[in-house]
């Protein structure tokens, strides 16, 4: 990857829609140059998708919260993760280090959504339990400098 690559990258994530034509005039190359440029980081890897930035409270999912849980020893993490897959409402699930296994972000309609969804979870991971609700969200998706 060079320095060409980076850009058409930088220039992506600030706008996955971006049209080529106008990354190709920012980085001083042929348009063709970024339409192989692209495809050929599609085709490695390195691109694998274009994201929405969504405004949760402007589709009904006003509660957001930070679901730690610990993972039952009796099966594997991996297992317990795809299970937890099945609830639509989480939208990451992190293995991690620490006092927990996994780290989940979660989307709720409203508190006693979020309660729903907490039972729910428990389901799969009957262990401890620790939610964080977010009261302000200052930055999010950002994506760090290639």
């Not at 063709?32 to 694998?48: A, F, Q, S, W, Y």
Request: proline share 5%; glycine share 6%; net charge negative.
């Amino acid at each position: 990857m060079d320095e060409l690559d980076r850009n058409i990258i930088a220039r992506l994530t600030e706008d996955g829609r971006m049209p080529y034509s106008r990354i190709a005039e920012d980085c001083a190359v042929a348009t063709t140059t970024v339409h192989k440029r692209v495809k050929r980081l599609i085709d490695r890897g390195v691109i694998t998708g274009t994201r929405v930035r969504v405004d949760w409270e402007a589709v009904g999912l006003p509660v957001t919260a930070l679901i730690s849980v610990e993972a039952p020893t009796s099966k594997p993490l991996t297992e317990v993760a795809e299970a937890l897959g099945a609830i639509p409402f989480i939208q990451n699930c992190f293995a991690v280090t620490g006092e927990f296994d996994l780290l989940m972000t979660v989307r709720a309609r409203s508190s006693e959504h979020l309660g729903e969804l907490l039972e729910e979870i428990r389901g799969y991971a009957p262990g401890r339990t620790r939610t964080l609700v977010v009261l302000a969200t200052h930055f999010e998706g950002r994506v760090p400098p290639v």
